[in-house]
């Protein structure tokens, strides 16, 4: 496909109340199911070390990560999470689910380039179909800033392929609203292939990975190096 296109998404301009974008976040729900996304975030996370903190940036109503949580609770007791996003959408009954997985939820509503640049060490820092919303230099800024505050950084975002549009132009035997529909495309288009994030990820004391994850996913792993 030609170069990455970023543009605004339907939902990111929309109020948390609005019936259109809860509806939409709900598609997001079917939208991450249908990408697997929980399978390949799960998957990648499996590969690292037990964290005991972790940071999920754009993090939305947090149901994602949950759904992650369920995976990995097992074999990653006690981990504590922040979920950051602008808007402050996680319901005391989500907070509830991640507690009783033994989870300890947190929750930061702020710009993230405001969060990462205060946040401290995280063991892991995570984003789902949350990186491709920033054009070149501000997510040159966004994963240079990240790379100095963690020790693991996992990013699932959309493939751009023709695979994936093809994809995206058909959610709406999901159910999904005209939100969702439009959304779905633009994300594409500004998704990522080859090695487009690696190249933005600092070159020395780190092991990194980016790689198709079959259906429609874009996976992102980066490690520091053993010392």
């Known amino acids: 496909m030609s170069a990455r296109l970023v543009e605004p998404e339907m939902l990111d301009a929309l109020p948390p109340d609005d019936p259109r974008a809860q509806a939409s976040r709900r598609d997001l729900k079917r939208i991450n199911a249908f990408m697997l996304q929980t399978r390949i975030m799960a998957g ?43 808007q402050n959408i996680v319901t005391g009954e ?32 995570t984003a789902n179909l949350f990186l491709h919303h920033f054009d070149q230099a501000s997510l040159a800024r966004l994963l240079g800033t990240i790379a100095h505050n ?18 995206s132009r058909i959610i709406f035997v999901l159910g999904a609203n005209a939100v969702s529909r439009h959304d779905a495309v633009s994300s594409v288009r500004a998704g990522f292939d080859g090695t487009e994030l690696s190249a933005l990820w600092p070159q020395s004391g780190w092991n990194v990975s980016e790689r198709w994850a079959p259906p429609f996913t874009h996976l992102f792993t980066a490690t520091r190096d053993a010392p």
Request: proline letters at 5%; charged letters at 20%.
């Open 44 to 86: 990648a996370l499996k590969t690292l070390p037990p964290p005991r903190n972790m940071v999920d940036l754009g993090s939305g109503d947090g149901l994602f990560m949950l759904s992650v949580a369920r995976r990995m609770a097992k074999l990653w007791p006690g981990v504590t999470v922040t979920l950051v996003d602008q």
């Open 150 to 167: 963690t020790r693991s950084f996992v990013a699932c975002e959309p493939r751009r392929s023709a695979f994936s549009l093809l994809g």
């Open 94 to 125: 989500t907070r509830a689910r991640f507690a009783a997985l033994g989870w300890r939820c947190e929750t930061v509503s702020a710009d993230v380039f405001d969060y990462v640049s205060c946040m401290g060490t995280a063991d892991i820092v």
